[in-house]
């Protein structure tokens, strides 16, 4: 057997071999990942010839965005929803924060973000979740990127989601985020070195990851949810997060875990060989019990990450 060599620390020993099923559409190829011995890091052995094939093109974050969620009058409500996730500047704020808070956002508090803050989201789909927000609550200084995307989108709130990579992105930004991206990339160590070209002085890169470093993985293994073979090449730890920062003149600060039940719910359909997009069945009894379920997944969820 040739033999394995690490892509993000070069180990060599060591190796745990698993074989992983795609099972997003029911697909059921299998490919091969091994976890280093080393830093940990769960990976795709060979890379498909055509990941494309793997990406339908009704892939749920490539299509352009509506903006339905923001019009009329429950649009202003949300605008002032997500406004006071990001910027709690104010006590009304603060309350609303307090008590309807927008998950994605919880990751820039105490980073001193302002309206001009220049914001980068890369590999980010149609920008629908974390950046059209942004821009809906008059964030000007906001932008995308998707290599996938059909064509450069241009939205009403002044939000471009360009087609290209990062490494076509030129430089001046106090934030560059990986919304559950990174994992896709073939090419991570590459990604952070340029991530710390563009970077102004004292600017912050987010990576948001499925992690090794949980009990999801030690439970479930190849059928955890969160491993979506192929289209996952690398399933980060922390040691292999803290490797690739220090090759691109990174430092590793922060760590915080914001899971959801999906670590339970998926990898459980993956347990019973259910394919991820299986349609539900929508009679009133198993509707119930999806909802019971799921409200103790995220309890359990919950407990972890404070863990």
């Given at each position: 057997?040739?033999?394995?060599?690490?892509?993000?620390?070069g180990?060599?020993?060591?190796?745990?071999?698993?074989?992983?099923?795609?099972?997003?559409?029911?697909?059921?190829?299998?490919?091969?990942?091994?976890?280093?011995?080393?830093?940990?890091?769960?990976?795709?052995?060979?890379?498909?010839?055509?990941?494309s094939?793997?990406?339908?093109?009704?892939?749920?974050?490539?299509?352009?965005y509506?903006?339905?969620?923001?019009?009329?009058l429950?649009?202003?409500?949300?605008?002032?929803?997500?406004?006071?996730?990001?910027?709690?500047?104010?006590?009304?704020?603060?309350?609303?924060?307090?008590?309807?808070?927008?998950?994605?956002?919880?990751?820039l508090?105490?980073?001193?973000?302002?309206?001009?803050?220049r914001?980068?989201?890369?590999?980010?789909?149609?920008?629908?979740?974390?950046?059209?927000?942004?821009?809906?609550?008059?964030?000007?200084?906001?932008?995308?990127?998707?290599?996938?995307?059909?064509?450069?989108?241009s939205?009403?709130?002044?939000?471009t989601?360009?087609?290209?990579?990062?490494?076509?992105?030129e430089?001046g930004?106090?934030?560059?985020?990986?919304?559950?991206?990174?994992?896709?990339?073939?090419?991570?160590?590459?990604?952070?070195?340029?991530?710390h070209?563009?970077?102004?002085?004292?600017?912050?890169?987010?990576?948001?990851?499925?992690?090794?470093?949980?009990?999801?993985?030690?439970?479930?293994?190849?059928?955890?949810?969160?491993?979506d073979?192929?289209?996952?090449?690398?399933?980060?730890?922390?040691?292999s997060?803290?490797v690739?920062?220090?090759k691109?003149?990174?430092?590793?600060?922060d760590?915080?875990?914001?899971?959801?039940?999906?670590?339970?719910?998926?990898?459980?359909?993956?347990?019973?060989?259910?394919?991820?997009?299986?349609?539900?069945?929508?009679?009133?009894?198993s509707?119930?019990?999806r909802?019971?379920?799921?409200?103790?997944?995220?309890?359990?969820?919950?407990?972890?990450?404070?863990?």
């Amino acid at each position: 057997m040739e033999e394995r060599i690490c892509k993000i620390c070069g180990n060599k020993a060591n190796h745990t071999s698993y074989m992983a099923r795609e099972m997003m559409y029911g697909l059921k190829d299998e490919f091969r990942y091994f976890q280093c011995g080393s830093c940990l890091c769960l990976q795709i052995e060979d890379f498909p010839p055509d990941i494309s094939r793997y990406y339908a093109n009704n892939y749920y974050s490539f299509s352009e965005y509506n903006g339905g969620k923001f019009k009329g009058l429950w649009g202003k409500i949300k605008r002032i929803q997500y406004a006071a996730s990001v910027l709690a500047d104010n006590s009304f704020k603060r309350m609303v924060r307090s008590i309807f808070p927008v998950k994605d956002y919880s990751i820039l508090r105490g980073l001193n973000i302002n309206q001009n803050t220049r914001i980068i989201d890369v590999g980010c789909g149609n920008g629908r979740s974390f950046l059209y927000p942004l821009s809906a609550c008059g964030y000007r200084n906001v932008m995308g990127c998707d290599p996938f995307i059909a064509n450069t989108i241009s939205y009403q709130t002044g939000l471009t989601i360009q087609k290209s990579n990062i490494f076509e992105i030129e430089g001046g930004w106090d934030i560059v985020t990986y919304h559950h991206s990174f994992e896709h990339l073939p090419d991570p160590l590459e990604n952070l070195r340029k991530v710390h070209e563009i970077l102004n002085e004292g600017g912050v890169c987010i990576v948001r990851i499925p992690t090794v470093s949980s009990f999801a993985w030690e439970h479930y293994r190849i059928n955890w949810g969160q491993l979506d073979a192929p289209r996952h090449f690398f399933l980060h730890s922390k040691e292999s997060m803290k490797v690739l920062a220090d090759k691109a003149e990174l430092e590793l600060y922060d760590i915080f875990y914001d899971s959801t039940h999906f670590q339970f719910s998926g990898s459980e359909k993956l347990l019973l060989d259910v394919s991820l997009r299986t349609e539900r069945k929508k009679d009133l009894l198993s509707f119930i019990r999806r909802k019971w379920k799921k409200a103790g997944y995220k309890r359990r969820a919950k407990k972890l990450n404070r863990e």
